[in-house]
């Protein structure tokens, strides 16, 4: 998965794609829950991590993906977060069992707990992601 | 790079042969420093880590990588280990780019000081294997 | 607006005031909360933060509430007292407006899921104070 | 309250048994929760902290408690662990109340909102506790 | 203090000039460190916390800084960044005193540790000044 | 080691009796160190912890000292204090070994690098009593 940057898209444009390619929908609901309190951070959301960081060259979704949910995990305290990019990383090809070996190896820094909360959520993810194909495959 | 097990390696001679993989000399040197004050904690960091986690087949050594560097930059309390990790990195090839780039994206996550602490370890870590390869070639 | 101190209040006395005009009913409500588990502590927490700290002179209730905002966005772990010192933050004179600028800024420094937490948990309040001045507009 | 330990019990048979002395069906359902998102990890976590570190002869269970009530609560972001450890706690003998006071502790070392949400934490524990010993009394 | 922001500014532009009107040359220190590492995490260093947050107008320098010294001081982890912010504060009209309060409050959140280690970091930065306006004044 | 509270001792007086019957000279250095910074602050720092906490009947020195070697090793980020209190939990009977298993035992809750920094610290506090004894004895 290579990412092509159009040489003359504005930051906000860039984000706005990456942000799609990657995070899907999660990302335009957490960019709509914003639109009332803070719409400027909304923006800086988009430009900044998506725009800047993740469109950059020099390391794949994946890998950036990997980051992300080891990051996450580690700190313990981002839990809709950590969701977001578990779905993320499935987008990006990530399989379920590489992402639980993610967090799993976050108990050796971060500690037990800070893995063990992260496996749940992972779980909720992977169960909400089979209810939503069980009912479109209906 | 893959990881093979041979099927009666004890879990401390796996977790020997993993950290020396990895770590080469720093994981020795943290495992000495333990010596006369918790050798017993010198033998459970060679086997719950090495011996049980970065040996399980799910995921391979750099993606181990990405995801030790990221989660130490975001907890931005382990100095020591994350530049023993950030070695790590480039032992099992990480490119010394893509390590900037992980820490870069803990900004996003952890916040900017994080990132930032993460990237004057990693200059470290750079500056000090390049005077190591300049007294080799001399 | 000043604090002003009766010479011979006692620290408890001067606590119980000081959170009265800061927190409001939101502070009587986490002391009630603790009567029957740890009402020695109800009395610490009276006495300590409100007595000896918000009490002192050198800085306003506003200047000491947009630190205390702050810090609880940036730890991200105490959503429940974050929201209390939102409403505080309200009571001594922030704007909405100003208290979403500083949990904003708080991603700089703790990263964009602290900051993003920090906005719900602001969203949440607003939403909980218009309500009931809906209520009573009736 | 000492820990005996078979000469020639593996880890894992060591720390189901530590566990179960400690956590009682809490350990189990952390551990049944785990069987189908990651296996494995539900053994490591009865090997390396109960089978290793738990049984160490060092320090008796009450003294490992207080140190691990102590710990969560500080870290504060591991409240489904902390709720667990809290039962943990009154089934190696401390006391309602010692566990309150190393809760309050905490204060000190971590700010007035974990040990806050530390206490809230205990309440929910014991207030279970009660409901249970009322409905098995009738 | 107010901040002006010219119409047409690029957010690099702004950033500098927010970045030196608040952080003088420790900014710029920092800024030319990350030169040979990681030069374009010194740009969005200056775009995104610069040019995009502190220059919004809804909340002035001074109340920033009080903001961003509460959340570095509560982190506990990030002494280089609040170092750097302490001299912010002084030049954007803070002073020792209200900088010590901020400081001391964050006992009430974070813990005694981390603002015993924050009052410290203040110490070492009025001592530095103190050193250098008295050679300045030989 | 029981704490005997005479009936009206003021909470400075009696914090200054507990804080030297715990930490020692360690105790008074911080609060010299704060004598020309936040001279309050070093009478919060020891009237609540000392005066308030530590003070109170319901837990001995002991038990105490484990708590807040176990949450220190946790938190990651206070060094100093974590230091002063594997003086303070040797000064109230705690021995090396037992030390060593606490903060051996936060690996599990916090991670190994919290677990590994703590232990380092424990390693300098042994050496410099054994340097100190090693002098006396000449």
Redesign the interface.
Known sequence: MTQQMPADESRLDRGKRVLSEIDGEAGER?VS??A???P??AR??IE??FG???S?P??DYR??E?????????????A??LKVHIEAGLNVGLTR??I??????????????????G??A??EV?AHRDTVAGREAC
Request: no cysteine; charged share 15%; proline share 5%.
């Open positions: 957490v829950a914003l009332d309190i803070a400027d951070f800086y959301l900044f991590p800047d960081i993740y950059r020099g390391l890998a950036r990997i980051a992300t949910i080891a990051g996450l995990t580690a700190l313990g305290n981002a809709p977060q069992d590489e639980v070996e993610i967090i799993m190896q976050m108990a050796v820094y971060a500690g037990f707990p800070a893995a063990l909360n496996l749940f992972a779980k992977f």
